[in-house]
């Protein structure tokens, strides 16, 4: 028998094996071998493939397009053929969880048959909040929520959950977690996926964060190294710029990098953005010939110099798509493969779309071409060497050679549990943020026959306000008369709804902003959610109803709307398609928007605080340099100050912090304004920060106790 002829049967039969689920000889020995002996073992191409990451796009190679939910026969033969580190899902590729856990068990069991039967990182970027892969898991309420709470043990939490169900369907690395310090309010890209614009707050809880995975199994990408809070352009769509010099990026952006790097973050996804002030070499972008600044992904001072040597990290660097436009349009591909070898980048993700036979033979050129430049010495082996047993030690320590296929039963049970939801519920609820409370309007009143009217921009809200009446009239928290009529106003006028606002309570108004442009009335995208909200507020007040502003998803819009008589902040808008129910699995559902109107509606004390400072606009809807509510603002309800008093005022000898409130009136508004008293008998005041004699404040909270109680007996 010829040995082409041997070669196909071979072939064959590795493909049979890796389709019925059997692992080959070489599985079996992988986990067994040494990392020097699996390195020993491999060609160059070979350790070149397990610099690359792919991802599973769209198959367009068919009659019909096909999303992956489970791999096709050509991307099969792929994964056998080549030594890839990992390839990455998308939400399009997850339909349920025993399709997630089948679709991994696949793709492993093809790079098992392979030639080095290494098995791969298979990742996600399950970051929880908007950003979330599994469309049936449980949706966490996002970074900025975390920060709002302020509790790192609750970042640590969601993660948990996140790391639980990503492990029980095969997912054994999450590309998360953002560590992006969100100090610039129109960044179009990162938002609400940060902390905080604090690097202590999102040091603290992306540490507790990455801690929660990793005890869950799951590997952790910290990202966009070295920061990509500060940008005012999107990387997928144009190549951002950061005009910082060192000094500034260690005083603020790399902060919660050296925090992670402590905490033992496994990996660090790089960030497409120049540092002119720091990355001095250019490179004519092939598109247009302009001379650009290399930018961080590509860069050997910012990888090499500063990660590895300044920071210390000696983990898995990986860059960021590829297929970004920050990359592939000024960049050649070939080119930009050496230029972050040589910056000491361990995998490249996603070099390019693998969507039909020709992508494959594109992939395929590049790795000859890749080899090539190693071969030649231009991108020297030690290097490769290095990266690659990198990977294969990571992959060791955390028991990705150690594979064992998912249990779907499990997977089942676990994925998008009622545990679990209601767990991430609860912890949304901790993070709601109370901004603006006129005349104590909230917690809302409603009596026995309550009615709402609940207006908001997008149909998969609606369920949201079904959902929290039906939970808190079985909690006997509102009548079961309350009411409300839900209005999803996209493409309608306000005044098409005077009579539903005239026979109603109260108004409540959700907006979903995400970028500044979406402030703007005239913005094409959404600035028809801000002018239906100015005119649904007039229309209010005319008709003397009270307007309470949900502010679903970016913070900062909170300053748009000043003439409404309460807001409430939640952090994230993912909405609620369907009404869970646990017989069979669901869609996930956004946590955020219940948790605001459990809040709104008397099922929870707000206790969240602003992670970051909300600025006042322009005539033209632009940021002004005016700090209107700073970071860590955010009022409670009266009531609950009240308790405060009642408590603190009980024993005030065996705590070092003692609580305590004052009533405050100006004009017609009462404002409960928290003070801490410390153990050193000094008061902390966030609005004056001045310190007051301990005796003298505590003859004030007692007034303005005293006053209290006199008002609520006389009514």
Not at 573 to 580: Q, R, V
Not at 620 to 625: C, E, I
Not at 635 to 641: A, C, G
Request: glycine content about 6%.
């Amino acid at each position: 028998m010829n040995k082409s002829r041997l070669t196909a049967i071979l072939s064959a039969a590795a493909t049979a094996l890796s389709m019925t689920g059997m692992t080959g000889y070489a599985a079996d020995t992988a986990s067994e071998k040494t990392v020097d002996q699996m390195l020993s073992e491999m060609t160059t191409k070979q350790k070149v493939e397990q610099m690359i990451a792919i991802t599973l796009r769209p198959w367009t190679g068919g009659e019909k397009q096909d999303n992956l939910t489970s791999l096709n026969p050509e991307l099969t033969k792929l994964i056998r053929e080549h030594n890839f580190s990992g390839v990455t899902l998308f939400a399009p590729n997850i339909e349920s969880a025993e399709q997630c856990a089948e679709l991994t068990d696949q793709i492993q069991q093809a790079a098992l048959s392979s030639e080095c039967g290494i098995p791969m990182l298979i990742c996600a970027d399950q970051e929880g909040g908007s950003i979330y892969r599994i469309a049936t898991g449980t949706l966490t309420c996002g970074n900025m929520a975390n920060g709002a709470a302020g509790d790192p043990a609750l970042a640590e939490e969601n993660a948990k959950i996140l790391g639980n169900e990503m492990k029980s369907v095969g997912i054994n690395t999450d590309l998360a977690p953002v560590l992006d310090v969100n100090n610039n309010p129109a960044n179009p890209v990162i938002n609400v996926r940060s902390f905080s614009s604090d690097p202590k707050i999102v040091s603290e809880m992306g540490a507790s964060y990455l801690k929660g995975l990793q005890s869950e199994g799951v590997i952790t990408t910290c990202k966009h190294f070295p920061g990509h809070g500060d940008t005012n352009t999107d990387s997928h769509t144009g190549l951002p710029l950061i005009n910082k010099n060192y000094d500034e990026l260690k005083n603020m952006e790399l902060y919660p990098y050296d925090a992670a790097i402590k905490a033992g973050t496994d990996m660090i996804m790089t960030a497409h953005i120049q540092f002119p002030k720091i990355e001095t070499e250019t490179y004519n972008s092939f598109s247009t010939g302009e001379e650009i600044n290399i930018p961080a992904t590509l860069s050997k001072t910012i990888i090499t110099d500063i990660l590895r040597n300044d920071l210390g990290f000696d983990g898995i660097v990986i860059t960021d798509s590829m297929l970004m436009d920050a990359i592939q349009v000024n960049f050649d591909r070939v080119d930009a493969a050496v230029l972050a070898m040589n910056a000491d980048v361990d995998i490249i993700l996603e070099p390019m779309a693998i969507q039909n036979n020709s992508d494959i033979e594109k992939m395929e050129k590049y790795i000859d071409d890749i080899v090539e430049k190693v071969e030649a010495g231009t991108i020297p082996e030690e290097t490769v060497d290095r990266s690659v047993t990198r990977i294969l030690k990571m992959k060791k320590e955390r028991g990705i050679l150690d594979y064992t296929a998912p249990d779907k039963e499990k997977a089942i049970k676990t994925i998008g549990s009622a545990e679990h939801r209601e767990r991430a519920l609860q912890i949304a609820e901790k993070a709601v943020t109370l901004i603006k409370n006129d005349d104590d309007i909230l917690p809302l009143e409603l009596g026995e026959n309550g009615k709402i009217s609940y207006f908001y921009p997008y149909a998969n809200v609606e369920n949201t306000m079904v959902f929290t009446l039906d939970r808190l009239k079985k909690e006997g928290i509102i009548a079961e008369g309350v009411t409300s009529e839900n209005v999803c106003f996209r493409g309608h006028n306000a005044s098409e709804y005077e009579d539903n606002i005239k026979n109603s309570d109260v108004v409540i108004l959700a907006l979903e902003m995400y970028s500044v442009p979406n402030l703007d009335p005239e913005d094409k995208t959404r600035g028809w959610q801000g002018k239906f909200a100015e005119e649904v507020i007039e229309l209010s007040h005319k008709n003397g109803k009270k307007v309470i502003y949900l502010s679903a998803n970016i913070p900062y819009d909170i300053a748009r709307f000043p003439d409404v008589d309460a807001i409430v902040a939640v952090y994230n808008a993912s909405g609620m398609s369907e009404i869970p129910v646990y017989d069979h699995e669901t869609l996930g559902y956004g946590v955020n928007y219940p948790a605001g109107l459990i809040t709104i509606l008397g099922g929870n004390s707000p206790t969240g605080k602003l992670p970051v400072d909300v600025y006042a606009f322009d005539d033209n809807y632009h940021y002004t340099d005016e700090i209107l509510y700073p970071i860590g603002y955010g009022l409670t309800y009266k009531s609950d100050q009240e308790e405060i008093v009642e408590t603190s005022t009980a024993d005030t000898t065996t705590t070092d912090a003692t609580a305590i409130t004052t009533t405050i009136t100006a004009s017609d508004t009462t404002t409960s304004v928290s003070t801490v008293i410390n153990s050193t008998g000094s008061a902390d005041s966030p609005d004056t920060g001045a310190d007051a004699p301990s005796t003298a404040v505590l003859l004030l909270a007692l007034a303005g106790f005293v006053a209290a109680r006199c008002k609520k007996n006389s009514t």
